[in-house]
């Protein structure tokens, strides 16, 4: 799967790396959003639907199922 | 009466914003294929709160577009009812539907219940130019647009969005006062320690804070039609040409009244957010019982919206019971600096600053209610905030987190 971020709308609330740590981390200075895998594994595409679900400021895209 | 099959069930939220979005969002993720009717009092499409005292207020263009919460086409793409510009005024639980100002009414097998809060209004502050409040887009815009000719700004209330209100508003150049019957600002919400250096911070940023008796609101003066200044119970009077009311917000029930259903302080909820059967609440308007905290709760943050949608779509779904208890969140803009904080803080019996201080732009700062580490907030330490937040959720001890500082 495949997903896109638009940075400049992310609020720093850490939804994502708490729905999807393999995927997600956040800077720690100001808790945007940090990628850490930008093609994850099929096992991990639930948690990431689930980020993109979650996330307060609708930051992550998925763009390839 | 007995309950429809989920799947076929004619769904109705009332409320298009967060909450109702969400709700319609997730049920059809989870396999519903009936109709799903979502009713929004603004004329706009679904969009998004929190930029409203963040963004908006400062100097980027921003319009509803902008703060769309989903796609232009999008709900309707999932077969989603749009109706907005139409206000419930009636709940009818023995027919199963809702009255709307349209005169037209929707039946309903499952109701979700997402109306959120109204700003509490300042009483004889009515039709006096130059007064705002804070809850919709139009009011945003309309705050934009006066703070631009503003010179004297006096904002009533020193709670989140008062802070917020103000911190934008210094950035705009106008001379800026909050006024707060508190001891500091953000005292119900973060406690007095942490409140004391969020004024320190609004001070610092030539805000003016007036606190307590000072900041205790007698009432407005105007001249011509328009606000010109406010009074105090002590202390001199301001002078302003723009006021900002941000003394809290009540919960929009109003339409609930006859319906039967319990609206004492929201929508009274069982620990799975129903309120009766079929009957569900979600976001600011909801009040339920979080197993997790073991009290009664009513969260007006952004997170809370959406998670609360996807715990209610999951039941009716499921046609289970399950509790909804969630470990809250929010956020807060103040000038340059992101608070965030994780569990639940008001009413707290204890606060344990674990590591530095807002002026050093790094904080954590943990909340104890009875025996247990309900809550920490932080300042530039996303990452220890998140294994904190673990602990929460695990219920830990308030001395084994002492000890761990």
Same mark, same amino acid.
Request: aromatic fraction near 4%.
């Given at each position: 799967m495949k997903f896109d971020i638009e940075l400049d709308k992310c609020v720093g609330a850490g939804v994502c790396a708490i729905a999807a740590p393999k995927v997600f981390d956040q800077n720690?200075? !100001?808790g945007i959003i940090v990628v850490l895998n930008p093609s994850p594994s099929p096992d991990q595409e639930a948690a990431v639907r689930d980020a993109a679900v979650r996330c307060p400021a609708a930051v992550i895209k998925l763009t390839e199922q | 009466m007995k309950q429809a099959d989920p799947r076929t069930a004619r769904v109705v939220i009332v409320g298009a914003s967060a909450g109702g979005t969400s709700a319609a969002e997730a049920l059809r993720a989870r396999g519903h294929e009936g109709p799903i009717i979502l009713i929004g009092?603004?004329?706009? @499409?679904p969009y998004d709160r929190p930029p409203l005292s963040k963004q908006v207020l400062g100097s980027a263009p921003v319009d509803s577009a902008t703060l769309a919460? /989903? #796609?232009? !086409?999008h709900l309707r793409d999932l077969g989603i009812e749009e109706r907005y510009g139409v206000t419930a005024d009636d709940l009818d639980l023995a027919r199963r539907r809702v009255e709307l100002s349209d005169g037209t009414a929707a039946e309903f097998d499952r109701l979700i219940i997402a109306t959120g809060v109204a700003a509490r209004k300042l009483p004889h502050a009515e039709g006096l130019a130059g007064v705002h409040t804070l809850r919709t887009i139009d009011d945003a815009l309309k705050l934009r647009s006066a703070l631009t000719e503003a010179s004297r700004v006096v904002v009533i209330g020193g709670g989140f969005l008062g802070t917020e209100v103000a911190a934008a508003a210094a950035g705009q150049g106008a001379g800026v006062t909050i006024a707060s *019957? *508190? /001891?500091?600002?953000l005292q119900s919400a973060v406690g007095e320690l942490i409140g004391q250096q969020v004024t320190d911070l609004h001070r610092g940023n030539r805000v003016r804070v007036r606190a307590g008796s000072e900041g205790r609101v007698r009432t407005l003066q105007s001249r011509g039609g328009r606000v010109s200044g406010v009074t105090f119970v002590s202390g001199a009077p301001e002078p302003a040409d723009l006021v900002v009311v941000c003394i809290g917000s009540e919960p929009a029930v109003d339409w609930l009244r006859? *319906? +039967?259903? %319990? =609206? &004492? !302080? +929201? =929508?009274q909820c069982a620990s799975d957010c *129903? %309120? @009766? &059967? #079929?009957v569900y609440a979600v976001g600011d308007v909801a009040t339920w019982h979080n197993p997790r905290f073991n009290m009664s709760m009513r969260v007006e943050h952004r997170t809370n919206a959406t998670e609360q949608a996807l715990h209610v779509a999951e039941r009716i779904m499921a046609g289970d019971r399950t509790p909804y208890a969630p470990v809250p969140y929010f956020w807060s803009d103040q000038y340059d600096l992101k608070l965030q904080a994780h569990g639940y803080l008001r009413g707290h019996d204890e606060v344990h600053v674990a590591e530095g201080d807002l002026t050093s732009r790094r904080l954590i700062a943990l909340y104890r209610r009875g025996p247990a580490l309900t809550g920490v907030l932080a300042v530039g330490a996303a990452k220890a905030l998140r294994q904190w937040r673990s602990r929460i959720e695990s219920g830990m001890n308030w001395d084994d987190a002492i000890g761990l500082t």
């Open positions: 720690d200075d !100001d | 009092s603004e004329q706009h @499409a919460l /989903r #796609g232009k !086409d *019957s *508190s /001891r500091t600002l006859f *319906s +039967g259903l %319990a =609206v &004492e !302080d +929201g =929508v *129903s %309120a @009766a &059967e #079929g």
